[in-house]
C-alpha cells in the first residue's frame, strides 16, 4: 500500500514537471507570432514646406537617399557666433546629426527641430558627449544672430550639460549651401513670389568619418529609431548591450525612414530560446524521476 501511494505520489509529480515544460515551451513559441504582428510596413510620412509657395515649384522638392557616400567636409560656414568654421570640426570622432532648415521659416523647419529635440531628451546618448548635431541653415540670407538664437532656444530645451559645445547652428553661402545640400540628396526651391523655401522633413544620420548612414522622414521621429541608428553609426561605440541586441532583430528600410523587426531573426532567437527552455525543461523532469528522497530506516 505505501509503495502504491508512493508510486502515484512520483507518477503526479512527473505529470506536473510535464505541465510546467508544456507551458514553457507553448509560451516561448506564442511570443513568435506575437513578435511578428508588430512589424509594420507602409510610406513614409513626408510633409514639405508648401504654405504660400507656388505649386509647380513643389515638383523640385525630393530626397534623394545617399546611404554610404561622403560628404564634402571642407565648406566652410558660418557658426552662431559669427566664426569661419569647416564642416569637418564637427565630424572625426562623434556620430553627427544633421539638419536642413531655414531660420525664418514659417512652420515646418519649427517642426523638424522640436521633434528633434523631444527624440533626443528621451534617449540615454548625450548631445556632445556621445554625438553632434549640426543644423544648416538653407537660406543664404540668414545671419548669424539668428543662428545664436536658435541655438540658446534649443539648447535651453534640452537641458543637459554641454549641449551648446555639441548642437551646432550654421549659416553660409548659397554655393557652400547647394553643395552640402546635393551631397546628402536633399532637393529645395525658393519662391521669390512668396519669399519662402518649399524643402522636405528629414534629418540625416552621418558617421564621425562623414559618410551618410541614415535619413529619417517627417517631423517626428521615434527614440528607438534614433537611438539605433546613433548605435550603428557610430559602430558600436555609443549604446547599451541591449541596443547592440535590438540591433540584430530590427533593419533599417530606406524606404520608410524607420526600423523594422526582421522576422527571420526573430524566429532564430525564438527557435533558440525554445530550445534552451525545452533543454531545462527536459533536465529538470528527468532528474526528479531517478530523485529518491532520503528517508530514515
Known amino acids: 500500500m505505501k509503495v502504491d501511494t508512493r508510486n502515484r505520489a512520483k507518477t503526479g509529480s512527473q505529470a506536473a514537471r510535464a505541465c510546467v515544460l508544456a507551458a514553457i515551451l507553448a509560451s516561448a513559441l506564442a511570443a513568435v507570432p506575437s513578435i511578428a504582428s508588430a512589424q509594420s510596413f507602409g510610406d513614409p510620412m513626408n510633409p514639405t514646406q508648401n504654405l504660400g509657395v507656388h505649386p509647380d515649384l513643389l515638383k523640385q522638392v525630393s530626397i534623394d537617399q545617399k546611404l554610404g557616400s561622403a560628404i564634402p567636409l571642407d565648406l566652410t560656414f558660418r557658426d552662431e557666433h559669427g566664426r569661419t568654421v569647416e564642416l569637418g570640426q564637427y565630424f572625426g570622432s562623434k556620430p553627427v546629426i544633421l539638419t536642413l532648415v531655414y531660420y525664418t521659416c514659417p512652420m515646418l523647419c519649427t517642426q523638424v527641430l522640436n521633434g528633434l529635440d523631444r527624440s533626443l531628451e528621451n534617449i540615454p546618448p548625450t548631445i556632445g558627449k556621445d554625438f553632434n548635431v ?128 526582421l522576422i527571420s531573426r526573430v524566429l532564430q532567437l525564438s527557435a533558440a530560446l525554445t530550445v534552451v527552455l525545452g533543454g531545462i525543461g527536459l533536465f529538470v523532469l528527468f532528474r526528479g524521476e531517478h530523485y529518491v528522497p532520503w528517508s530514515k530506516p
Open 134 to 261: 549640426v543644423t544648416v541653415s538653407i537660406d543664404p540670407s540668414d545671419k548669424p544672430v539668428m543662428a545664436e538664437t536658435k541655438q540658446e532656444l534649443y539648447t535651453g530645451m534640452y537641458e543637459r550639460r554641454g549641449a551648446a559645445q555639441g548642437w551646432h547652428f550654421l549659416t553660409g553661402d548659397e554655393p557652400q549651401i547647394k553643395s552640402l545640400a546635393d551631397a546628402v540628396g536633399f532637393h529645395y526651391a525658393y519662391d521669390p513670389d512668396s519669399k519662402q523655401f518649399a524643402h522636405p522633413a528629414a534629418i540625416m544620420l552621418l558617421t564621425p568619418e562623414g559618410r551618410l548612414s541614415r535619413y529619417f522622414y517627417g517631423v517626428t521621429y521615434p527614440e528607438r529609431d534614433l537611438r539605433l541608428g546613433l548605435e550603428e553609426a557610430s559602430s558600436g561605440k555609443i549604446g547599451s548591450p541591449i541596443d547592440a541586441a535590438l540591433l540584430y532583430c530590427y533593419h533599417y528600410d530606406p524606404h520608410t525612414g524607420k526600423y523594422g523587426l
